[in-house]
C-alpha cells in the first residue's frame, strides 16, 4: 500500500514536467474563459510566462478581442457540454491549429471549465493547398483532353460521312454510315465530360438521352419517322463502363432503323434504372422483330458480335426477346458498387 502510494507522489511530482514537455498549446479555462493554468508552449507562443497567464482572458490574450469569437469552441462546450474540435486560424499564434475543448468536470460532475489542446497543422494544411492545387491543374488538362480528343473524333465521323457519300456499293456504305455512328457515341461522350466538367463519371441518363435524340434526327426522313419514349433515372457511370454501353447502345439502335422497321411510323422505347446491386437498361422497338428460330448469342452478324462482346468485356447479361417488337436487356454492375 505505501509502495503504491509513494508511485502516486512520484506521478504528481512528474504530471508538470509532462504537461510542460508536450509540444501543443495546452490551456485549462474556467467557465468565464479565464486562464487557470497554460503550459510552456502556450505560454511561449502568448509571449508571457505561465504565471503571468493566470486570470486573464483567453479571448483577449489569444485573439486580442474583447470577448469569445462566434466560433469559440470553448463557448461551444460550454453550451452542448461535450467535446468540441475546430480548425482555426490564429495569426496572433502564427497559423492554422486543430483545436479540441473538452469538458472539466469537478468532483460533483458539474462542469467548470475546460481543457483546450491546440496543435499547430500549419505545415499540413500548406501541403493540402499544394496537393488541391495539383488536383485543380490535372482536372483541367483532363477537360482539355475530352474536349481535343472530341473534336478529332468528330472530324473521323465527319469524314467517315463524306467519304460513305462516294460509295455506290449500298452494303459497303452502310458499314461506312455504322462506323460513323459508333465513332460520333464515343465523341458524344467526351462532349457531355468537357461541357460538364466530369472527371470520370457520365450521368447516362442525359447522356442516352442524346445519343438516341441525335440517331433518330439522322436516320429519320420522308418516308420513316421513328419517335422516341424515356423511362429513365438519374444515373451516373464510370466512363470505363460507359463507353461499352453507348456502344452497344448506339449498335442496337442502329440494327432497329436498319431491320426492324418496315411501316412509316416506329417507336422506340429506352429505359434505365437500377435494380438491386445492378443497372438494367432495356432498348425496345415495336418493329418487325426477329424471326422465331432466331438465336441472339449464335448469330453471326457483326452487330451482334460487336454487342456480345462488348458487353461480356463489362461482365453483362443481354437478353433479347421478341414483344412486339424487339427488345434488349441489358443489366451490368457499375464500378461504385
Known amino acids: 500500500m505505501i509502495k503504491t502510494f509513494n508511485k502516486f507522489l512520484e506521478s504528481e511530482k512528474i504530471w508538470p514536467l509532462v504537461f510542460d514537455a508536450l509540444p501543443d498549446l495546452i490551456a485549462i479555462i474556467d ?29 483577449e490574450m489569444v485573439h486580442h478581442t474583447s470577448e469569445p469569437l462566434n466560433s469559440c469552441p470553448h463557448s461551444k462546450m460550454l453550451k452542448s457540454g ?9 495569426d496572433n499564434l502564427g497559423g492554422y ?15 467548470i471549465g475546460s481543457v483546450h489542446i491546440a496543435r499547430n497543422i500549419s505545415h499540413r494544411r500548406k501541403i493540402e493547398h499544394k496537393l488541391l492545387k495539383t488536383v485543380s491543374e490535372k482536372e483541367l488538362l ?34 461506312f454510315l455504322g462506323n460513323k455512328d459508333k465513332v460520333r ?24 438521352r442524346s445519343l438516341a435524340k441525335e440517331m433518330v434526327q439522322n436516320y429519320n426522313s420522308p418516308i420513316l419517322n421513328v419517335s ?80 456480345r462482346g462488348l458487353g461480356d468485356q463489362i461482365g453483362a447479361s443481354i437478353d433479347v426477346l421478341r414483344d412486339n417488337g424487339t427488345k434488349f436487356i441489358l443489366k451490368f454492375k457499375d464500378k461504385t458498387f
Open 142 to 175: 483532363i477537360r482539355e483532353i475530352n474536349h481535343r480528343v472530341k473534336n478529332n473524333l468528330m472530324l473521323i465521323s465527319s469524314l467517315l460521312n463524306i467519304q460513305s457519300m462516294s460509295i455506290p456499293d449500298k452494303k459497303t456504305r452502310d458499314v
Open 228 to 307: 422516341l419514349d424515356f423511362n429513365i433515372d438519374i444515373i451516373s457511370l464510370d466512363v470505363d463502363i460507359a463507353i461499352p454501353v453507348a456502344l452497344i447502345c448506339s449498335e442496337i439502335i442502329t440494327n432497329s432503323f436498319k431491320h426492324a422497321f418496315t411501316q412509316k411510323n416506329g417507336r422506340i422505347t429506352i429505359e434505365l434504372f437500377k435494380e438491386d446491386s445492378k443497372i438494367v437498361l432495356i432498348i425496345a422497338d415495336d418493329g418487325a422483330g426477329f424471326p422465331e428460330n432466331f438465336d441472339f448469342k449464335k448469330d453471326g452478324n457483326m452487330g451482334f458480335k460487336l454487342i
Open 82 to 90: 461535450l467535446e468540441c474540435t475546430e480548425e482555426i486560424q490564429e
Open 185 to 208: 457515341s464515343m465523341a458524344l461522350i467526351h462532349e457531355k465530360l468537357y461541357q460538364r466538367d466530369y472527371k470520370k463519371r457520365l450521368y447516362f441518363d442525359e447522356y442516352i
Open 97 to 111: 491549429f486543430l483545436t479540441t475543448v473538452s469538458p472539466f468536470h469537478d468532483f460533483n460532475g458539474e462542469i
Open 31 to 59: 467557465n468565464n474563459h479565464r486562464i487557470v493554468k497554460v503550459n510552456k508552449a502556450m505560454a511561449d507562443c502568448l509571449g508571457i510566462s505561465p504565471h503571468q497567464a493566470r486570470g486573464l482572458h483567453c479571448y
